[in-house]
């Protein structure tokens, strides 16, 4: 939300009208963070905007905060004064969204090599990131197109890229508890059992 938005926490959200992509991270964040604080999310408006309208609208007062993840929301704060209150990496106790790269099961089990390859190369990439974040944050505002500002904020977080196996048990266990904290929400329309969902390839 903007500075001189009078939203200084978010139990000040109570009533407000707040941009969201619906079941997507913004929402279940700002559901996360109203039931830490004791809110019903009755009391406030969602208002379901993918992020490249969710941009213009907050910037035009449209929508009195807007919850969104990186860079979105750092260039959020750089182009229309506006500030955090609330952040998945301190204010919450466990991950409820993790970036997943899927494939038809059909594919994996026909593809394995090819599966394996691509996965391989995106975890090299990672932990190239990883070991170098100031180089990293230089060269995606490239692509992104945010300034100076954004990028020195994002390298100064030294963000880590952590990667797990499909079938890795503890990981299967917190991506559970995060998809069984979704489903309770009702942002998944049903409860699902993630292990049922993965698949190793035979040789993978």
């Excluded at 939203?7 to 929402?27: F, Y």
């Excluded at 004064?81 to 952040?87: H, L």
Aim: some cysteine.
């Amino acid at each position: 939300m903007k500075k001189d938005s009078g939203i200084d926490c978010v139990k000040d959200l109570v009533g407000k009208r707040v941009a969201v992509n619906r079941s997507g991270l913004g929402e279940f964040l700002v559901v996360a963070a109203l039931e830490q604080n004791g809110i019903s999310p009755d009391q406030v408006e969602f208002v379901y905007l993918n992020p490249p309208d969710a941009a213009p609208a907050f910037g035009q007062g449209k929508v009195d905060a807007w919850s969104m993840w990186s860079p979105g929301v750092d260039i959020a704060r750089a182009q229309f004064d506006a500030k955090d209150i609330f952040f998945e990496g301190t204010d919450l106790d466990h991950l409820i969204d993790y970036s997943s790269l899927v494939t038809l099961r059909s594919f994996a089990e026909e593809n394995g090599d090819l599966a394996r390859a691509v996965t391989e190369a995106y975890k090299r990439e990672g932990v190239w990131m990883t070991e170098n974040p100031l180089e990293t944050e230089r060269i995606i505002p490239k692509e992104a197109g945010y300034d100076d500002t954004v990028r020195d904020h994002l390298a100064g977080l030294k963000r880590k890229t952590m990667f797990f196996e499909a079938d890795d048990a503890a990981f299967l266990s917190d991506f559970q508890r995060a998809a069984d904290w979704l489903s309770e929400r009702k942002i998944l329309p049903q409860s699902i059992t993630v292990a049922e969902h993965v698949v190793r390839p035979a040789g993978v």
